[in-house]
Every structure is written in structure tokens, then in C-alpha cells.
């Protein structure tokens, strides 16, 4: 494989998508595919993980940074901007092997052809710095104008986020935005080298908020000018002075010159690649998709601080509020675990660390334990909103319930913390809060379980699943399965007390009745209502749902008034009917297989998937993944493509009426992972061994993958359904 | 004051609404206030009593008979209606002491004036006849035709329900219908006796269902012509021949003719007026209000079975699908104790021999006991649909919760026998089923009793209480209530057990456990949540009721985008703040007014009356009362003559979108009462006697009226906040 996708032409329909697709980033920070002249009515971004403001009761959504990379070429005094100036030839190129974004234009003028091409990266081995190298050719002796400086007119959704806009010219130029809410500094200096023969500089501070540098010059004929820019990003979540260490790096890292930047970073993704590649010998189409999703996840990965995780649209903007959802744990983790578990323990101690907003959220609702945020951000505050959705028959915003019902998020966060362990042998996560986090979690659970004066088994009422279409139902399935495992999770802490850290271990004690607690957990594990198969064999997805309409989703789709209104919500056209969401029963026998015989899993894949409208990119891969273990591969493979093309493909949802909703889909991505390495190489981990039942699509010939496992590093290859699993 | 209404000329925008105000009824059928040359497009209605009918998959709704009363004249040619032929004068008048409909209409012609004069009523001596007097009267030689005959073309709601029409002539004319679902057949028969002089009678049986006699003859000057018209109506739940009994009764009640059947009538409203005429001296409006109120309860009151309930509309229509709602037990009832208890008697029989249909509900929906019918009808089949209003912006049917969720309809039925016994002292009730009722809905709410596992109350969740707007909350104060105090006679049943005839005491100790169930019961009642005031004295109405905006009702119809949009459901525009649609936590304390001290019941009134749309007829009495309670008389007074005087007003709400649902207010009719006699007279019982803390209205100089108590019957005069009471 080429490791390259390439898209010639330019079609401004598709700056949204490609915005995405061609995206760059280091888990610092991610840039939007978007080309040098573009501003924020393009949606460029400089996306920053784990730094968010709000502005008055908008949503609290993570900053963008001023871009350091805005330049544009003015050329016989004519603006040669391709969405103005159409462009003779013009292609871009991301070559996902070393994350670098290129373009190459091509402009016919009166007087001549004039040629620009560009290649950037934001470095992976200083995720501070951004480099670009540009190229100017004529064919004629052109009156050259090379506009490039700092954008701080910055896309936002709910912004604007900087209050205040300063400029700072020197050996570089820079630009400071200080944030609305906590006035967070973000600093952005740029410097530069070049060999354009210019009489002068002109440092420009425009009003709207840009601050350029003008190189004039009249070019030879068939001459290469080169401009190498530095960019340097620092905010004041990493250091005191942001400006300081921004104009320093942005000079130092020009001494360094691109080329060993240029190196510094391919190596840093060869290593990267050492871990995550995955070879596929027969189908380069999945292949590629499936690289490619590995590329974005590598992108994303918080790799430069110890307890930070991962947005639900990665670092592709603003989109979903930058905030972390049940996908990193539920969708990404393994393929962290598998590649990198040095990230995969940053994203879960992001989760202990949060511990403390999650119990602030269950006491706002009166619960005991810890209730996580739907939408994290940081400290665990909770970004979602009690009204999610607009009415588009009203335009009034309408009553949603992902924030206050949709208790299986703190489940995840102890399957996050299980796996963790599992996958690693690290127990030290525990004595760093994992096990406050575990108990505190299932004292959530206890505290909700709910049972009938008559008697009979626990329950818990009044829940969302992972099928969103239905809200405020009783015992889903998917739910009390969970809410099960967290008890058993908390029992198994509390009886691995000696192992911890003695002074945690001390902590726990003094905080905890551990006895009582325990007694507790094991009566609500034991007792906890676990819907099961009906006379044909089917598990309710929740109390009730067989009594619903059984119809197809086209039919339900047929009932739209208004092809953006909300499928869910108590009136929604999905909400009385058996048409779910997303996978959901699915979901839990995908994580917990042994739970019912094949046989089960199979009736139940064949019930639900015709009923599942897959309106979240979360669901395919679940289906995938349950598919291979009912030995259909052939009704996996399909899935397993949506999934990894998520980003490839147009066609997803980008807006809802005038808000960009739009981005990429580590979830998807990640399930993608899930599902070749889970589902068809058939990995599984037991007696801590890595085990494989394989079971490859028909042209898959062979397949070869590294994976971390208990702080080793395996090679896998695959091949007529064998595993060789080696130690290296 | 002198019992008559009257209304002067005509308009066609006053149909429906004078069709409600001028009913006649006699408790086995209403007739609307209409016109004798009306036919169904003019709300024309013959209204049965407890017969029903449903035709596909609307809604069913009870019968209309075909209407005897139907007639017109043609005076040289020209048809007189007054919807095509202005009167040049016009009233009718309605004599509410007795029941009669007056019409009086004088037609100027191209050649002189003719007068039409009618009365009619229904029979209070034999609730199968009504008869009609009509008078002629011309100032000229006019060419008479008078159409008089039988109208079989019903109007319907969601009709038609007559799948046959059989017409017959013999000595009278009849019209049988044959309803879809049942068969029922329906049948009217109409003989006359009059002084026309015609030369012959010409039958015409049209096509549009009607069967009309063509009485033709030219009249002398000024004199007057009279016919007399003999209605009787049998239906196959009367008896195994309607025709025959139709036919033979029309023409024997003919026999006795018009005046004596008048006597006989009146004679029977005197009686029903000794007991509860109601005299207040010094404020007529307030007098002619109550007993108008009066009257429609006594015209729609069952007489002549011993197991028939009150529909919430009355005979007034198919509205509200003719079915019984809580309104009898917890509005109607006392009115019906103190003035007739033989029919407070059939109400709560109707009740406790529908009690199957009330296990069947409780079962369909997998709960034990007994689960009362929202809207009940025959067997106390549940005629409330689970989709009851139409979204205005899509037209589509709203999923709504009043059949499944608004438990506290069982809790009224065990209040009404309880209040039934306790005013009667009749024991007999409870050993015709009474006391199988009561246990079966103490089961019923034992069944949904829920305890956290870890530990506190019972609760019940997921319920709607009397104000609709807000669904599916949990712990409803006044469903709490109601449940707690149904545990209670519960446990009283089982302790006076030995008081029940022998017989069905033993059936009982075969069909349960009765220690067991006390026990039960009384765990249940002594641990079930009662919200209690907050800091402020203030009761929560739900769970989470506070935390609800805080708004005012013109705020929140300021939101309103369409005047017909429901303001509940899970979006309406009072779901999610504190307004109410009517009387909650005041319902409650109206009932259970020891509950709290006085201080405690003001506060609420206080707080929760400002916050209350009144959008049901069933709130402003309630306020009333505890107003009463509160010693705020000056506050209850508005609220007493609003809700006495909702049959009287225009400007309820009498049409949603294209469906009629205007109709006659007997909730708001009891409520009244109720307020007149346990508000301002004071009216209590204690000790087996009737006590009295009167506290009258400032112009209410005397108060005079009966009641009946224990089998006994007294006398009641209030002057100067002093009470005598006497038995006479």
C-alpha cells in the first residue's frame, strides 16, 4: 500500500470533508485538512486537546488556536485564492504513514503559469510544533506577493473564545489569544527562512484579527522560491508564559531547520507504526481503510501528559464539544491497549482524575457514588445539556435525557479500568483511584437498584441504553448487564485490598465500611435483574419492548415529516417502535459472549441488526465483532468496511440546520481495530496468554499485526486460519 | 327564583353550546337543547346511557338514538327552519325545575305571520318516553305542512354506528337501528294524537334515514292546532323486543295522554327537589347556579338500574367517549350521597361489578389486583387510547399516558365505596363485591410498590397524578396519598370481615390470605413516602417538582406557537415548569385535610393556586374547598360560581381541531355542591352525625337544603354562621 490518499480538483462542497480526512495531528493538537489561503468561514482549525471555554450560555466547547499557517499568494496584484481564482491543476495528498499534509496548485495568469505546492506536519516528536515548506514557481517573471502570517480570526462554533487578541512582532511574529472564561492564554509564534530575493518585509496587523508578513519579490522564470515556516504552540495549561516559550521554540526550531524536524517526526510515526500497522496480504481496500482509521487514532492519542483522553470527534474541531465520551472507553481503549498502553492508562487516569466531578454529578442528583459526565470535559464536568435536540417543528429545544438517564456510562469507565488491568497486568492504576473509582461506581448502581415491596430481583428503572431512540426505559438489558460487572469489579477490588499501594490501601479502609460494602456489591450482583431469552430465543432490549410496533426501518424512515427530525425523544418517530438506534443487546453479548450460547448470540444478531437504523457510527463494528463470533464473517465484512471507511467516505451526517456537527470518528475507527483483530484475527487474552481463533474473510491470504500484551510486544500473523504468535 | 332560562333569537355559532345548556335527561337518556327541525349536522343528540359502540379502529363511544322529536314545517311551500328562514322572533326557554324544553318561533310569510310553539321532555316516571307538545298558530289561511317524524341519521363522532335502519309503520312509526359492533338494536317509536284537520296522512320513508309523517291542511285565522307527540325508546339491553316494547309503549303512554304523562313528570322532579333544592337567600345568581348545577346532575342521574355510573360528560353527547372517569367517585359522589343515595349506590356498584375488567387491565400490564379503567365503559373495558392528543405541528397521534400511568383511578374507586359506606352506613355493599374491590386495588398498588434496595420508603414511580401536564414522575403526593389510604381500608375490610354476609365472607377466606395481605397492607401503609412540606411549608407535587422553572401560567401560554397545542405531554410547553393544569397537592388536602395543620394547607393553596392553569373543570372546586377550609371565603367565592356556572358560560373548550368535545360539566357540577355544603355550609360528618362550621358567603343571608344521612333524612338552615340541623 501507498500510504497516500490523493484528491484532485477543488470543489468547495467538499471542504468540510476534507477538512476531516485530510486531518493532521500529534493528540496536541489536530489540523483540519484545510489549504494555506483558507479562513474561518472555511473551518479551519487548530484544534487543542483537553482546553475548553465557554462563552455566555453556549456550549463550553475546546479552543481552536490561531492558525500559524495562513498564507496566500498575490500574484500581478491578482489574489490567487482557489475558492476565488480557479486553479489550472490542483491535488491534495496526505501521506498517513508520517501524517503530512501537501497541496499542489497550479494558476494560469495573463502573463504566465504559476505553481505552489506545500507540505506540512504538526511534529509528533514535539507535539508543540507545526512546520511547513512552501514552493513558488513561474513560468514568467512574476510580480510575486507571499502573504503568510498568524489567522487569529478563529472558526468557532460558540465563540468567539478570545476576549482579547494580542500581537507581538520580533524575530517572529506571534499572536496571544486570551480566552473568554478562564483567560487562558494561547500563544501561537511563527518564524521563518527563505530564500526569496525581497527588498523588504512588511509586517501587517490587520483589523481582523491576522498579523502578516508581506514578501515581495519578481521571480525568475522556472525558479523554486522556498519559505520554510516554524510554528510554535504553547497555552497557558502547559506553562506560565505561553508568548516566552512560543517565540523561543518557533526560533529554535528554525536553527533545527525542516529537514531534521522533517526526520525527527517520521521516526517517531515509524515507531508508531512498529505497534500499529496491520497487514493484510489480498484486500488492499481494507487494508488501506483500515490503516488509515489506525492513522487517525494515532493522531489523536494523547501522548505528551499522563491523564488526558480522547474526544468523541477526535481533534477535528469543535464538533460534539470536544468532549469525551463512552466511545474511548467502549471503542478506542482496546486498540490503545493493543498498540499503546501508555496512552490507553493516560485516557483512564483521565477518568480517575475525574472522579471528583463524577460524584459531584450524582449528589446534584441526588445518588450516591459517581455518576460520570455523558460529555466530559475537564474536571469531569458534564458538557451535555438537559435539551440536546431542537424541535424542528418548533424550533424549541427539546427536553433530552443522555445526561441524567444514560447511567451505563459509569460502567464503562470500570470496563475501561478492568481492561486496562487485564491487557497490561498494571495494577498500580488501582492505587492511583482506579479502586475509588470502581467502588464508587458501583455505590452509584447500589444506590440506584430499585426493588419491589412483592419482591423479586433488582432493577433499575427509568434508564436510557445505548440506543438513544428509547428513552426512560426499565431494565435494559445492556444497562443491568453492566451494572452487574461494576459490582462484580468492586467486589473483586475490595478483595485485592492487600495488593494495593499500602497507604491507599490504609485510605480506603479509613473511607470506606469495605465489609459492608462488599456484602452489599455481592446481594446486587447475585440479584441484579438480567433480562433473558425470550420462547424464541430474543432479549428484550428493555421491559416492554417486545409490545412495541415491529416495523421496518424504512417504514419508520417513511414516516419522517422532516428529514432532520429527531428519530428519538418521546415523540420521535423510532420511540414507540421496535427500531433502535444503535446496537445494544448486541453490544453487551459483543462484550460478553459467554453470557449465552451461540446459538442465542446468532437469533439475536438476526433479530436486532434489521431493526437497528445504525444512526451512530458506534453500531456497525458491534454487529461486525458479534457476526464473527457467530461464525459470519461474510455479514461482518461489510460492517467492518463502514466502519473503517467512516472518515474515508462523504456521506455521514455534517450538519444539523446551521451547526456543524461534522468530524471524524475515532469510535468507529477503533471498532474497525476491534473487529479485524478481535473478529477475524479472533483474539482473545485467557490465563494471560493471547489465544486467536482467526477467521479471515475469504481474500484476506494473510494478516500481520504487533500487539502489547502484559507489558510485551507479540508478532501475529495469520495465515489459513493459523495464528503465529511470537514474543519479539 | 324562577327555575327557567331563556334564550333569545337565534344563532348558529350557539348551537353546540345551547345543545349542552338546555339537556334534558332523565338518567337512561339526554337530550341536547336543540331545535325540532335539527338534524345531526346540528349536534342533534338522543344520548343512551351505558350502551356502546365502536365501529373499526376509532374510538367507542355510546349510542344515539334516533331522534322522535325530528319535525318542520312548510308553510305554502316555503320550508321554516331557522337556520335557512330568519324568525322574526325566537326564544326557547328552559324550565330546569322540571326538565322542560320550550321552543316559541314566529315566521313572517310573504302572507301573514305563523307562530310555532313547542315543549317537550323526558320522562322522569318512565325514562323510556319523552313527549312533545307542538302549537300552530297563523294570522292567515296558510297552507300547513308539518313534517314530524323519526331522524335516523345519528349524529356520530366516530360513527356510524348503525349498520341497518329498519323503519316501521303500524299505529306508530318506529326506526330500529342495528349497531356495527354489538348488534344492539336501537329502537324508537313515535305515536301523535292531534286536532289537525287533514285530509290524509302521507308516511314518506326517505333516503337519509328519516321516516316522516306529511300532515298537510290549511288553517283557519289564528287558530291554533296542537299535536302531541308520544317518543318511547327500548334498546336489546332493556329487553328481548324493542320494537315491540317501543311500539306498545308509544301508543299506551299516547292513552294517557300528554298532560297526565306531564304530571306524573313534574311530580317526580318535586320529589328529587326535596331533596336538594338548595335556597340561599340574598344572592340569587348563586342560588339559580347551584340548582342549575343541581338539575344536571338529577337529569343525568341512574334511576332505573342498580349498577350504573355517570359519564363525564353526562348525556350530553359521545364526548369523552360516554365513559366514566374519576370525576363520578371523587366530584359527583357526595352530591349523590346527600341528595340520592340509592344512585350513589348504583355508581359504586357500577364500579365493583366492573371490577374483572379492572384485573384484566391490572394483568395486561403484568400487575396484580385491580387497575380501574381510566375511561371506563360496559365491563369496565378501558376506552382511553394510548395516543389521546394530536401533535398540532405534525397531526400526528401523541403518545400519551393517561390510560397506563394514572394509577390513582383505583384508589378513587375504593375512596367512593368508602365514602358511600361511611355516609349511608350501609355495610350490604361491601359483601356485593365491595370488599373484594378494595382488596383487589390494595393488591394492585402493593404490586408497584417500590424500595430501594438500599433501603427507605415505599415509592411509587412512573406515574401521572391528577395534573396531567406533567408525566411519568415519580412519587405523586396525591397518588401516595390515595395509595396509602386504600392499604387502610384494606386492612379495615379485612378486620370487619365478620360484619360481611356469611356467605362472601367465606368466598373471601378461599380467595386469599387475608392475614397475609394485612400484613401486608399495613407495612405498606405505615412505609409508603408521603412528601412532606419543605422549609418554605411547601409540598412538592412529585419528585423533583422544585427544580422544575418557576414561571407564570401567562408566561407559559405566552409560549404557546398554536392556541390548540397540548401544553403536557413530554414536551408541551408546562412539562418542564411548576404550572399545573389542576389541583394536585390541593386535591389532596381538600381530602385529607387533618393530614396538615391549617397553616400548612393556606401556604399550599398559596402557592400552588397561582401556579395552576384550571385548564379542567375539575380544578376551581377543589381550590374552593380548601379555600373554605382556610377560612378564605372571598377566595372560594369566584371559584365556587365558576365552576356552579360552567354549564351556564360560554367559552369552554368545545372543539379540538375538527372534534367536537364540548358537552355538559357534572364534575363541575358535584364540585359546586360539594363546595355550597362542606365549604360554606360547613357540612361535616363526625361521630355518626352531621356537623356544621358554616362560614357563608358575606350576601348569603340563609342557606336551606335536605340531606340524607345514614338512612336518615334532615333538614339544614344556616343564618348568622349558625347551623340547625333537624331530622325530619
Not at 506560565?240 to 518557533?250: I, Q
Not at 517526526?265 to 493484510?280: A, F, L, M, P, T
Request: glycine share 8%; hydrophobic share 35%.
Amino acid at each position: 500500500m501507498n500510504w497516500e490518499l490523493t484528491e484532485n480538483g477543488f470543489n468547495s462542497e467538499k471542504i468540510a470533508h476534507l477538512g476531516n480526512k485530510f486531518l493532521t495531528g500529534n493528540g496536541y493538537m489536530g489540523i483540519r485538512g484545510t489549504l494555506d489561503e483558507f479562513d474561518s468561514r472555511d473551518l479551519v482549525a487548530v484544534n487543542l486537546a483537553g482546553i475548553y471555554d465557554q462563552v455566555g450560555n453556549s456550549w463550553r466547547e475546546p479552543l481552536n488556536a490561531p492558525n500559524g499557517f495562513y498564507s496566500y499568494l498575490i500574484v500581478d496584484g491578482n489574489v490567487l485564492k482557489v475558492q476565488d481564482n480557479a486553479p489550472k491543476e490542483h491535488f491534495i495528498k496526505l501521506d498517513y504513514r508520517h501524517g503530512i499534509f501537501k497541496r499542489h496548485t497550479e494558476w494560469t495568469t495573463k502573463r504566465g503559469n504559476i505553481v505552489l505546492e506545500s507540505e506540512r506536519f504538526v511534529s509528533m516528536d514535539d507535539v508543540h510544533i507545526g512546520v511547513e515548506k512552501y514552493k513558488i514557481t513561474a513560468d514568467f517573471h512574476a510580480d510575486i506577493n507571499f502573504l503568510t502570517g498568524i489567522d487569529g480570526d478563529v472558526w468557532d462554533i460558540n465563540g468567539p473564545h478570545y476576549d482579547e487578541i494580542i500581537m507581538d512582532e520580533d524575530d517572529c511574529i506571534s499572536i496571544v489569544g486570551i480566552s473568554h472564561e478562564k483567560k487562558y492564554h494561547v500563544a501561537v509564534s511563527v518564524s521563518e527562512d527563505e530564500n526569496f530575493p525581497c527588498e523588504k518585509k512588511i509586517i501587517l496587523k490587520k483589523e481582523d484579527k491576522k498579523i502578516i508578513k508581506s514578501l515581495n519579490f519578481v521571480s525568475d522564470i522556472n525558479k523554486c522560491y522556498e519559505i520554510h515556516r516554524f510554528m510554535a504552540i504553547y497555552t497557558s495549561k502547559d506553562c506560565e508564559n505561553p508568548l516566552d516559550n512560543a517565540k523561543e521554540t518557533a526560533i529554535n526550531i528554525r536553527n533545527k531547520g525542516y529537514y531534521e524536524l522533517h526526520d525527527e517526526h517520521c521516526k517517531c510515526w515509524e515507531s508508531i507504526w512498529s505497534n500499529s500497522e496491520v497487514e493484510i496480504e489480498g484486500d488492499d481496500d481494507a487494508m488501506e481503510a483500515l490503516n488509515y482509521s489506525c492513522y487517525h487514532l494515532n493522531s489523536i492519542s494523547p501522548r505528551h501528559t499522563d491523564s488526558l483522553s480522547i474526544a468523541a470527534r477526535g481533534l477535528s474541531g469543535q464538533t460534539y464539544k470536544g468532549a469525551v465520551f463512552w466511545d474511548t472507553e467502549m471503542f478506542i481503549l482496546d486498540f490503545l491497549l493493543m498498540t499503546n498502553p501508555k496512552v490507553a492508562r493516560n485516557v483512564m487516569k483521565y477518568r480517575i482524575d475525574t472522579l471528583d466531578g463524577a460524584k459531584e454529578k450524582a449528589k446534584s442528583y441526588g445518588y450516591d457514588g459517581a455518576f460520570y459526565a455523558w460529555e466530559s470535559q475537564e474536571g469531569g464536568y458534564d458538557a451535555c445539556s438537559d435539551y440536546n435536540v431542537t424541535d424542528v417543528f418548533t424550533k424549541r429545544p427539546m427536553r433530552t435525557y443522555f445526561k441524567d438517564k444514560q447511567i451505563h456510562i459509569s460502567a464503562a469507565i470500570v470496563y475501561g479500568i478492568g481492561r486496562y488491568i487485564d491487557l497490561t497486568g498494571d495494577m498500580t492504576i488501582l492505587s492511583e483511584g482506579g479502586a475509588e473509582t470502581i467502588i464508587e461506581c458501583a455505590k452509584f448502581y447500589y444506590d440506584l437498584l430499585l426493588k419491589k415491596v412483592s419482591g423479586g430481583y433488582y432493577e433499575l428503572h427509568d434508564v436510557i441504553g445505548p440506543d438513544e431512540y428509547h428513552e426512560r426505559v426499565n431494565n435494559n438489558g445492556y444497562t443491568n448487564r453492566m451494572a452487574k460487572y461494576t459490582f462484580e469489579q468492586a467486589v473483586k477490588v475490595i478483595d485485592s485490598i492487600d495488593e494495593l499501594n499500602e497507604q491507599y490501601a490504609i485510605k480506603l479502609c479509613k473511607e470506606y465500611n469495605l465489609k459492608q460494602l462488599k456484602e452489599k456489591f455481592e446481594m446486587a450482583e447475585r440479584n441484579i435483574y438480567i433480562p433473558q431469552p425470550n420462547e424464541n430465543g430474543i432479549i428484550p432490549q428493555f421491559d416492554g419492548y417486545f409490545d412495541l410496533e415491529d416495523v421496518s426501518v424504512n417504514t419508520v424512515r417513511s414516516r419522517l415529516l422532516d428529514s432532520k427530525e429527531y428519530w428519538g425523544g418521546a415523540n420521535g418517530v423510532a420511540a414507540h417502535t421496535q427500531v433502535i438506534k444503535q446496537a445494544d443487546v448486541v453490544t453487551w453479548l459483543t462484550m460478553f459472549p459467554d453470557d449465552v450460547s451461540d446459538e442465542i448470540k446468532l437469533k439475536n444478531w438476526q433479530y436486532y441488526e434489521p431493526r437497528t437504523e445504525h444512526g451512530s457510527s458506534l453500531s456497525a463494528c458491534m454487529y461486525a465483532l458479534l457476526a464473527c463470533k457467530c461464525g459470519m464473517k461474510e455479514k461482518a465484512y461489510p460492517l467492518f468496511m463502514k466502519s473503517a471507511s467512516a472518515d474515508l467516505n462523504e456521506g455521514g451526517k455534517e450538519w444539523a440546520g446551521l451547526v456543524y456537527i461534522g468530524g471524524t470518528h475515532p469510535a468507529a475507527e477503533g471498532g474497525a481495530y476491534m473487529v479485524a483483530i478481535k473478529g477475524f484475527a479472533g483474539i482473545y487474552f485467557e490465563d494471560g496468554k493471547i489465544k486467536a481463533k482467526p477467521d479471515l474473510p475469504k481474500a484476506w491470504k494473510k494478516m500481520r499485526f504487533h500487539i502489547c500484551y502484559r507489558n510485551k510486544k507479540y508478532k501475529i500473523e495469520i495465515e489459513d486460519n493459523n495464528a503465529n504468535i511470537v514474543e519479539i
